[in-house]
């Protein structure tokens, strides 16, 4: 069942707006917002992330135990579905990238900053840095929006992928610095495996000796980011030209992008052939 799961999530995201309504945060961001202004909690950032992760995985866990009692387990379908949908990544990212492309293509380069800035969050202050940055952006969120989910589902299930999601919420919005800081250790440890199963299947589909050469290097480092990581995999994987805005800024996002395709397509081969050895 796992992998129709993982094949309806993908149907789902690409032809359907049921992503949209899933993915609403507002409710379970009030209740992290109550719990970090409230006297008994305020001071104890594990305690926030206690009631505001695991509780919500507890829910999760029960009623996935209760329904899996119901006509012989058919109704975990559509819940492992919308589970996953909901743990899946923030926005469109290709539609983010459509004004940048533009501006890309165009050599447009104060239009690059602003849209980068407004879509992405990006910043840089020229345009080697600006092109380096919103590749970088690409990758990352692909990992983090799709790839990552989609491990921690395919090998734990629904509660695992939901913890990931919750955790990386919680970094990204939690008002608290203690709070973001202890989410986003956790968030660490859950993306150390993924990252680098992730960087290893763009060997495969990529420049396999460029790819050996970085993973040397930072294969077992602890202390650096998935982002920083997987950035630096990734172009060098997608053998991209040097940061340049114009025609050469959009086939280096193009073949970054052709470079993620590929190894979603091996992950899927991956996850098929583990459905049907089991």
């Known amino acids: 069942m796992s992998f129709l799961v993982l094949l309806l999530a993908v149907v789902v995201e690409k032809f359907s707006a049921l992503r949209r309504r899933v993915q609403r945060d507002e409710a379970w961001l009030k209740v992290l917002a109550r719990l ?3 006297p008994r909690s305020a001071g104890h950032p594990w305690l926030i992330l206690a009631l505001a992760v695991l509780l919500p995985l507890l829910a999760v866990h029960l009623a996935l135990v209760v329904i899996g009692s119901v006509a012989y387990g058919w ?3 559509p819940v492992h579905l919308l589970v996953l949908v909901y743990s899946l990544g923030r926005g469109d990212l ?3 990238l459509g004004p940048f492309r533009d501006a890309c293509r165009r050599g447009d380069v104060q239009a690059a900053v602003h849209v980068a800035e407004r879509d992405m969050g990006v910043q840089a202050d020229d345009a080697r840095q600006l092109l380096d940055a919103v590749q970088g ?3 990352w ?8 989910v989609i491990f921690w589902y395919a090998l734990l299930g629904p509660v695992a992928a939901l913890a990931y999601r919750l955790l990386a919420l919680c970094a990204e919005k939690a008002a608290t610095p203690a709070v973001a800081e202890r989410a986003a250790q956790l968030r660490h440890a859950f993306d150390w495996l993924p990252v680098r199963l992730l960087a290893a299947s763009f060997a495969l589909v990529g420049n396999f000796a460029a790819v050996s050469r970085e993973m040397l290097q930072e294969l077992l480092n602890w202390n650096i980011s998935a982002a ?3 950035a630096r995999v990734g172009c060098v994987a997608s053998e991209v030209p040097e940061p340049a805005l114009g025609m050469t800024g959009v086939k280096s996002l193009d073949l970054i ?7 979603a397509i091996v992950w899927y081969a991956a996850f098929a052939l583990w459905t049907l050895l089991l």
Do not use: K, N
């Open 141 to 148: 969120q692909a990992y983090q929006g799709f790839f990552a």
């Open 94 to 96: 290709p539609a983010a």
């Open 257 to 263: 992008w052709e470079l993620l395709v590929r190894a």
């Open 137 to 139: 952006h690409l990758l």
């Open 228 to 230: 920083r990581l997987i």
């Open 75 to 77: 109704m975990l379908l």
């Open 36 to 38: 970090e202004r409230a």
